[in-house]
């Protein structure tokens, strides 16, 4: 420091051989050296003890230069030493206070310490059920009682004698306690006789309740009570990369209550069918022929989906989403597609209430006609009459086959699905207005919209 060197600056001025007698100035106040030394002197009281806090004006000391030195280091080390032991005390009271606030505000909110885990470890061994490693285990524990083996037979009489013959075979699962099973529309198609078989070994023949080509989903019911149930969740808000479980029986009885697991792959995918596209759940959880109709479930054990299709290759040959494709063309793996839940529920629940569908219909067989098709013969592009059914809407307008419907309340029709678009926005007994192109006119009539279960 500047002021050590300073004062040992000024004592060695004034040295004398060995001994120095500090000076009274004239008005009997001490000198600047004796000031000096009295400062160190005091500063060093927390150290060592003085029986006098006072410094006579004259005292005579050793002015050793070695001596002064080492007094003014050990004076420095001392200090350090009460610098770092301040700043630890400083320190300990500071987070006696700190922690001390936090338990208070803790306390005041009624919280508990919460720990965020960024990488959960897989402990193998582990016995926590509630560990990630059950989570797949514990749903399936949960969802599978409520799963089913459907197994459908074809009749055929044989002279006097009526038989069965088995038909195929698919999955459903239970909504209801009282027996009610959703399953898809082409697992139970053409059966004359459906038995359901549960994964506790029961068995019960099943009734037809009803079904609808259009989504491909259909309700039977079985005479069993106290049945086990799932829960139906939300898929509207489903992510791509969920998880997602399919349980059902691939292949019929002999692999009855297979899991498998993997993720949503995508969302909304149109498929074609012989109604107009349809918008599916992608998953590449394994889905094989058997576990049509079975639920593909989210990681709450809810069901978000009904599984339906599964893509196999890739062709030119390929129209059915809701069986098997063609082998040709390119092979595909992973492509599963399910039915969202909530698309589902309503259709569900006319078909329970029901025992169909009810949509409003024109009443009308159609087709589309493309831009090629329109340049080819001399058509414009819209949905071609193919056929008018007797006593519909479409009748009782006038309109006939051959006419071609190019607008529907003012909107273009361009295809077929953009004129079920409309429909599917109005209620039977809605009265649309459709603009009709006949032999080079045009004109517009008004079309009462009757319901679909009028031309079942």
Request: aromatic letters at 6%; proline letters at 5%.
């Amino acid at each position: 420091m500047d002021y050590e060197k300073d004062f040992e600056n000024k004592i060695e001025k004034n040295d004398t051989e060995h001994d120095m007698t500090l000076p009274e100035n004239k008005l009997g106040e001490t000198s600047n050296e004796e000031k000096m030394y009295q400062e160190i002197i005091e500063e060093q009281q927390p150290y060592e003890k003085f029986e006098t806090s006072m410094i006579p004006s004259n005292v005579k000391f050793r002015n050793n230069k070695k001596s002064l030195g080492k007094m003014v280091k050990r004076f420095r080390r001392r200090m350090l030493a009460y610098f770092i032991a301040v700043a630890l005390v400083a320190a300990l009271i500071g987070g006696g206070i700190t922690g001390a606030v936090m338990k208070y505000y803790g306390s005041q909110n009624n919280a508990s310490a919460q720990v965020v885990t960024r990488y959960l470890p897989l402990n193998t061994t582990s016995s926590d059920e509630s560990g990630i490693l059950n989570l797949i285990p514990n749903i399936y524990k949960i969802v599978s009682p409520a799963v089913v083996e459907i197994d459908t037979s074809a009749a055929y009489t044989n002279g006097y004698r009526t038989g069965y013959v088995p038909k195929g075979s698919g999955s459903g699962f239970i909504i209801s306690s009282d027996g009610y099973i959703v399953t898809n529309n082409h697992v139970i198609d053409g059966a004359s006789k459906i038995t359901v078989k549960l994964l506790d070994g029961r068995s019960a023949d099943a009734k037809l309740i009803g079904k609808d080509e259009r989504t491909d989903l259909a309700v039977v019911k079985i005479n069993l009570s106290n049945l086990p149930v799932v829960e139906l969740g939300d898929s509207s808000k489903l992510q791509p990369g969920e998880l997602a479980i399919a349980i059902g029986n691939p292949l019929g009885s002999s692999f009855a209550g297979s899991v498998t697991a993997g993720i949503i792959s995508g969302l909304n995918r149109n498929l074609q069918s012989d109604y107009g596209p349809v918008k599916l759940i992608q998953t590449d959880a394994a889905i094989n022929p058997g576990n049509s109709g079975g639920p593909l479930v989210n990681s709450k054990a809810e069901v978000i989906g009904i599984t339906s299709v599964k893509l196999t290759s890739l062709g030119s040959s390929i129209q059915d989403p809701f069986g098997m494709f063609q082998s040709q063309g390119t092979p595909i793996e992973g492509m599963g597609f399910a039915i969202p839940i909530n698309e589902a529920k309503p259709i569900i629940d006319q078909i329970i209430k029901y025992g169909y569908v009810e949509r409003p219909m024109m009443g009308i067989g159609a087709q589309t006609i493309t831009e090629q098709d329109a340049q080819r013969y001399n058509l414009p592009v819209g949905v071609y009459v193919v056929q008018v059914q007797p006593n519909s809407g479409a009748e009782q307008a006038g309109i006939q086959p051959g006419d071609v419907i190019i607008k529907v309340d003012g909107k273009d029709i361009t295809s077929f699905e953009d004129l079920q678009g409309v429909l599917d926005d109005h209620k039977v007994g809605d009265v649309i207005k459709v603009t009709i192109w006949r032999n080079g006119r045009t004109f517009t009539v008004n079309v009462k919209l009757q319901s679909s279960a009028n031309f079942q």
